[in-house]
């Protein structure tokens, strides 16, 4: 009889299912540390677009808030500059009339 040094056709299927079961739990570690690293990555994306969105709508939320300030401070020169205007106006039709 031969010497065997690879052990019994059971011996064999075993260090077969053995390793493969090791390289079983490899995959699923691999996939693992994949969606985790990949969730982390997801909400860190998420949270910087939330911030910039949000940097983004108070700037605008302040140029608006300018413009309407800059528009009154506007329409009341306007209206002090029309109500001289008017008053000159009406002075130089009451000259005129008398």
Known sequence: MASDDTGTPEDQLR????????M????????????????????????KNWDYSRSLRNSAEQA???????QHRLNREML????????????????RGT
């Open 64 to 70: 608006v808030a300018d413009t309407i300030k800059t």
């Open 24 to 47: 079983m739990l490899r995959s699923v570690r691999a996939w693992s540390d994949l969606l985790t690293t990949s969730t982390d990555m997801a909400f860190d994306v998420v949270l």
């Open 80 to 95: 002090q500059a029309w109500q001289g205007y008017s008053d000159d106006v009406k002075e130089i039709i009451e000259k």
């Open 15 to 22: 260090q077969q299912y053995a390793g493969a079961a090791d």
